[in-house]
């Protein structure tokens, strides 16, 4: 019996017998509540109690078109009424889903994909881009180049997750793709004293335990305090990884018109070192399975897609932190202002052997060495005003921010020897090896980025349905590039100036009661850090990048159905002065959510997305191949998600919840001549709420499918593996 089938049985059998013991306590009705945002303190305590318990029929997320977005957002603007493209992933979704870390709850929302591999752990798809033209946001503020540093950062602290679709933020470094905001909930004035834990115990020897605490300090003051920690042997052998936030904050209210926020945000973790399985030629398989499809007939080995090779020394670790002050003030009842510092610190470490090349002539795998570590430190303000007023007897917003950071990043690369491999295992019987670190020789990457912005932003209510929203970003950069060959030999070095400036305006028009029209353009840059760090400034210019967007937003028959329309095209040109070309990708598509509430206890949630993307003309980061009218990597053609939920089965407060997400077809190299081929993938839950408590069974990829999310064009001979079936039970209790 193998290791994934033996995990299956474990897990089954434990979680059923803790839940039949669970579900034999009392339960005392919440009542219903509808998808509008929850103002946790404005409410009494036993109040507070249900509602941090109960997420029934959150599981089907409505799109949070009622709500306003903070992110690029300082004139307030309610997502419905907002030119743009914005999803907002509430607390409640993400609990009901039981989604433990950021990468599977934006993985859940439409038309974003998401997967790792050895050159960046975790990363994004989105409306045709990739990589590092996904910004990363935590708390408003840039994380820098997804590639260099997404983690899968827990969710048990967070208020939210803003995905802002398309290059349209203007309060952060430009992206072609859409920005991904992590809120982390702060301390908030209340009059009473909260505790909730969350216990989890699942497939894999898999565990989550999380405990949140919050208050009153005093009558102008109050805490926020959440610790949680994740653990995992791994599905796939010698896999395990743990991972502890903790975030803690405090408020004080000086006055009605001055509020002070503190926080710190600390994130530990050593993620599973599984760079992916090899691979192989179709006759060499013994239970071949077509996870891609390719020109020369490669497979994965079903009998061995269970092995890890690397080596058993390995580490990906990483330990950050953030830490802010917040100001929040109002001048006069028209005038209010918002400043905010921050720091933020990191050290992260590789050692692995990370590709894993098939050889059919000896049926070994050629192994190597890669030794990496980061330094980072990012320190900066921001700071602006927003006035209310008239012109013209129109209503009118104005906001004026600036913003300044300081960005030092230092990179050391270490390769065992310049001949790449290292040592070469037997496919089938690997011996895991060490990494052995005496021959290597690291060589630095550093840069350094200095950028000062100015942000101005207005909305005229021209009519009492028509609204023109407009913007633009002016930005001084100032950056060193220094980067050496394995041989010693000064690879790049550079430092130069540039100024930047992005602009948009838009209009939104009310068709009648809360069904907007909307549409905007927009002029802005991917971020010119990616090219810093992808080579020689010497040879990549900033980008431009240009969007076109029209959309149609509706809330209607009572809040019970929602829809979310829109169509997009985006062009990204980017000049390379050596060679003398311009890279140039064109995306154009179509997003449609809608939300239904059939009845009291059943709703359904259906999303769909579209995208053709292609590249004109394409030179590599490492210009060593041209291509003419190909795709980009990881870009699927359709996904499409469905959601269903149904409440108080047999008048019992149990809920059931069905799910299924589909990804068609798409590209792993820029030849394309391999792809990852499709997949779908069903989940489900069943869970029971108490008066204090909510337990969920939830099941994920029932069917087993095997099936690879994610390419890297720099591991072509390997693919990672999704997750197999698993199962979790999961415990949470106020008190």
């Not at 470490?349 to 590709?355: P, V």
């Not at 009648?512 to 002029?523: A, I, V």
């Not at 028959?557 to 095209?569: C, G, S, W």
Request: glycine share 6%; with cysteine.
């Amino acid at each position: 019996m193998n290791k994934r089938i033996k995990a299956d049985l474990k897990a089954i059998v434990l979680l059923s017998n803790i839940a039949f013991c669970l579900s034999a306590t009392s339960y005392a009705n919440a009542g219903n509540r509808d998808t509008a945002p929850i103002n946790y303190f404005e409410l009494s305590l036993e109040e507070l109690m249900n509602i941090t318990i109960d997420v029934s029929g959150y599981s089907v997320s409505g799109k949070g078109l009622h709500q306003t977005a903070s992110t690029s957002n300082p004139l307030a603007l309610q997502n419905i009424t907002s030119p743009y493209s914005i999803h907002i992933v509430n607390a409640e979704t993400i609990r009901a889903r039981g989604l433990k870390n950021v990468v599977d709850a934006v993985s859940t929302t439409p038309g974003i994909l998401s997967g790792n591999s050895p050159s960046e752990p975790y990363s994004f798809s989105m409306r045709g881009f990739s990589r590092n033209s996904v910004g990363i946001l935590f708390d408003g503020v840039s994380m820098g180049l997804a590639t260099l540093n997404m983690r899968p950062q827990g969710t048990n602290n967070l208020e939210s997750i803003e995905i802002i679709k398309g290059p349209v933020v203007l309060h952060s470094e430009g992206v072609a793709a859409g920005t991904i905001n992590m809120i982390p909930k702060r301390a908030s004035i209340t009059q009473h004293h909260i505790q909730t834990a969350d216990l989890s115990y699942g497939s894999y020897d898999s565990r989550t335990a999380s405990m949140n605490l919050s208050g009153p300090v005093n009558d102008d003051s109050a805490y926020l305090l959440h610790v949680a920690r994740q653990t995992s042997n791994g599905w796939i052998d010698d896999a395990s990884s743990e991972t502890t936030n903790v975030n803690a904050s405090i408020r004080t209210e000086f006055s009605d018109n001055l509020a002070i926020i503190v926080s710190l945000d600390y994130l530990k973790d050593d993620l599973p070192n599984y760079w992916g399985t090899p691979l192989i030629p179709r006759q060499d398989a013994i239970d071949p399975i077509s996870v891609v499809s390719s020109n020369s007939d490669l497979v994965i080995d079903g009998h061995e897609s269970t092995i890890n090779y690397n080596v058993k020394d390995s580490e990906i670790s990483s330990e950050s932190l953030w830490a802010s002050v917040d100001l929040e003030y109002e001048i006069s009842d028209s005038i209010t202002g918002k400043t905010k510092f921050y720091h933020f610190g990191a050290d992260r470490d590789w050692r692995n052997a990370e590709s894993y090349i098939y050889d059919d002539a000896t049926g070994l795998v050629d192994r190597d060495r890669l030794l990496v570590s980061h330094d980072r430190e990012l320190w900066g303000a921001k700071s602006g005003i927003t006035l209310s007023n008239t012109i013209a007897n129109l209503t009118n917003q104005l906001s004026v921010n600036v913003e300044y950071r300081d960005l030092d990043f230092s990179r050391d690369i270490g390769f065992d020897d310049l001949n790449f491999f290292v040592d070469f295992v037997d496919f089938k019987s690997p011996s895991a090896g060490i990494f052995n670190t005496g021959n290597i020789e690291q060589k630095p990457d550093y840069y350094k980025q200095n950028t000062a912005a100015l942000v101005i932003e207005d909305n005229l209510e021209i009519t009492e349905d028509l609204n023109w929203h407009t913007g633009i970003r002016t930005e001084y950069i100032k950056y060193e590039r220094e980067k050496f060959n394995f041989d010693g030999s000064l690879n790049v070095s550079g430092d130069d100036s540039l100024s930047l400036t992005s602009y948009q305006t838009g209009l939104s028009y009310s068709l009648f009661n809360q069904t907007y029209l909307y549409g905007h353009y927009s002029s802005h840059h991917d971020a010119f850090s990616a090219a810093l760090s992808a080579g020689s400034p010497q040879n990549f210019n900033e980008s431009e990048v240009e969007q076109y967007e029209v959309g149609l937003k509706s809330i209607s028959f009572d809040q019970k159905l929602e829809i979310n329309a829109t169509v997009y095209r985006i062009k990204k040109e980017q000049k390379l002065e050596s060679p003398n070309i311009t890279n140039t990708e064109n995306s154009q598509g179509l997003e449609l959510s809608i939300n239904l509430q059939a009845s009291e206890n059943f709703k359904v949630g259906t999303d769909y997305a579209y995208t053709d993307a292609n590249f004109d003309d394409y030179y590599n980061v490492e210009m060593s191949s041209y291509a003419t009218d190909n795709k980009p990597i990881n870009v699927p053609k359709e996904m499409a998600s469905i959601w269903v939920s149904y409440n108080k089965i047999a008048g019992l407060p149990i809920e059931v919840n069905f799910s299924s997400i589909y990804v068609s077809k798409r590209f792993a190299n820029t030849a394309n001549d391999v792809s990852l081929n499709s997949y779908q993938v069903f989940n489900g839950f069943i869970s029971y709420t108490g008066r204090n408590y909510r337990v969920t069974l939830y099941g994920r990829n029932l069917t087993d499918e095997v099936y690879a999310p994610y390419a890297d064009f720099n591991y072509p001979a390997q693919v990672l593996l999704a997750d197999p079936r698993t199962f979790e039970l999961d415990l949470r209790v106020s008190f």
